[in-house]
Structure formats: structure tokens, C-alpha cells
């Protein structure tokens, strides 16, 4: 059976679109509807506020050093233009990056003649699941990114993309994030209500992803807590949340009261 486009259109739009089609085929095999191969658009990243992103987290970049100089004249490096005066950085393996000179000197230290390090500064990251786009001031063209990939944003609009490779070696989530997703997601292992509803009291995302990329709802599942699964849920959890792998919190689930749970919530959400 080929289920018709707006039952998947549903699971799209409580999604908020941030999911792979292998994502929803699996879905939809859990709801036992058809499948349906999909073909989309990217996402139109531009404008969008990671603040009020439930899945976006705070990461900082480790300080790695760069080679720069300062461009003496206008120019272009294949499609990418730059003004004199400009920061052009070289990485280790080559690669130039030009940044206008007064971003430079608030995002990077000088350590040295021709060296700098960037600055540790918080940003706001989001894993995107689909292809997405978005546009920045210093290209006439949009970046793409591919799903997997990170897109930050370090200010109102400003923006980047980093593949998931890149940002695993790069970026790191702030103490104070790793400190009560760490505490969350034990306690969601453990099954503890209380302790639950304690670090969600004071801050800690419901739908924040560990280093394993996994939610405090998919910990829930996977270790069978059908009242820690129910309070998760009633706080806001995500079950079409996906891990790295593409997997919701039903994916991980052995146990039958729980499965039960994680259907019904599903087709309730797709029925709205």
C-alpha cells in the first residue's frame, strides 16, 4: 500500500522538517503505513534563530591556530571575492578563509607574527537531517549543507556550516551544556522521576542530544522506563526525535508497554 503524500506531509510538519527520508520511511514502516519515496527541496535556512531552536545547543570552538596576513588589494580566490585589507587565514592543510578585518580582530587572538587562534566564543549549534541552505554577507552565493551536517550561528545573521566530521574535532559542547545533559541522560537510564523532573527544573533541555546523539527520551526507551518514557513525553520529548543514525526512540524500544506508548503518541501527532 502507498500511503497518500499528506499522511507524510503530516510527519513532516511535526517535524519541523528536520528529518532524512530514510527517517520517515522508518516512521512510517512503525505506523504501518506505505512507503513512499521522497523528494525535497532543501531547507531554506536564512533568518532562521537557533536560540528558540528546542535542538539547537551551546558549543564553543577549540582554539586552533591559523597562518593569516592581511590582503593588500582586492581579489579573488575562485568564486569567493575579498578587499584589501581583509584577514586572509590558511589552515593546516591549505585551505584560505577570508574574514572582513573587524570580524577578524572580534573573533580571533594574534599569537604570534602571522599567527591567530580564534577566540572562544559560544555559539549555537543545530544537527540538520536534510539538505538545507542558507545565505551569509560575505557570499553572493547560499552555503549548502548536506544532512548530517552542523549549521551555527554565531550572531543575527550570521551564519555557517560544518560537516559532522569537521565539527566532532572542532567543536565542543559548553561545561555547563555537558554538565546537565550528562546528568539528565543518566538519569533517564536509570529511570529516577524525581531527579528527572529536578534537571529539567533547572534548565536542562528535554530534547538535548548527548555525544552519542542521543536524546533523554531514546535513553528512556531503550532501557525500558515506561513512567520515566510518560513523564519525558508529558515534558515536551520528542518521539520522532532521530539519533545519528536516523533512529526514533521506537527504534530503540524492547520493551512492549513502551512500544505501545511510542506508537500511539506517534499516530496522535501525525492525526493533527
Known amino acids: 500500500m502507498v500511503e497518500p503524500k499528506e499522511e507524510i506531509k503530516k510527519i513532516e510538519e511535526k517535524t519541523k522538517g528536520l528529518i532524512m527520508k530514510e527517517g520517515i520511511a522508518r516512521v512510517l514502516r512503525h505506523l504501518g503505513l506505505g512507503k513512499e519515496e521522497i523528494i525535497k527541496a532543501p531547507i531554506e535556512c536564512t533568518g532562521m534563530k537557533l536560540a528558540s531552536n528546542i535542538n539547537a545547543i551551546k558549543v ?26 581583509d584577514a586572509v ?21 594574534i599569537v604570534g607574527e602571522g599567527q591567530c587562534v580564534e577566540k572562544k566564543i559560544e555559539v549555537l549549534a543545530l544537527k540538520m537531517n536534510e539538505p538545507f541552505t542558507v545565505r551569509v554577507s560575505w557570499s553572493k552565493d547560499p552555503l549548502t ?3 548530517g551536517d552542523m549549521l551555527l550561528q554565531y550572531g ?9 566530521g569537521i565539527y566532532e574535532v572542532m567543536y565542543e559542547t559548553t561545561a555547563e ?12 537510564k536509570k529511570g529516577k522521576l524525581a531527579r528527572i523532573e ?7 533541555d528535554v530534547n538535548m542530544m548527548d555525544e552519542n546523539w542521543y536524546t533523554p527520551l531514546h535513553y528512556a526507551s531503550k532501557y525500558g522506563h515506561l513512567e520515566a518514557v510518560k513523564l519525558l513525553i ?10 545519528g543514525g536516523h533512529r526514533t526512540p521506537l527504534d530503540w524500544t524492547i520493551n512492549e508497554e513502551v512500544r505501545t506508548l511510542l506508537l500511539a503518541v506517534m499516530r496522535k501527532s501525525v492525526k493533527k
Do not use: H, W
Not at 551544556?177 to 533517564?188: G, I, N
Not at 529536578?198 to 536542562?204: F, I, N, S
Not at 508529558?234 to 539519533?243: I, N, R
Open 60 to 85: 564553543f570552538k577549540k582554539p586552533i591556530g591559523f597562518g593569516f596576513e592581511y590582503a593588500k588589494e582586492d581579489g579573488m580566490d575562485g568564486s569567493e571575492s575579498y578587499k584589501a585589507g
Open 89 to 109: 587565514l590558511t589552515g593546516m592543510r591549505g585551505g584560505r578563509l577570508f574574514i572582513q578585518r573587524d570580524k577578524f580582530e572580534k573573533t580571533y587572538d
Open 145 to 147: 549543507g548536506r544532512p
Open 156 to 164: 543575527e545573521g550570521n551564519y555557517g556550516i560544518v560537516s559532522k
Open 177 to 188: 551544556e555537558r554538565k546537565l545533559t550528562s546528568k539528565l541522560s543518566d538519569a533517564a
Open 198 to 204: 529536578e534537571l529539567l527544573d533547572e534548565g536542562a
Open 234 to 243: 508529558e515534558k515536551g520529548a520528542d518521539v520522532m526525535a532521530m539519533d
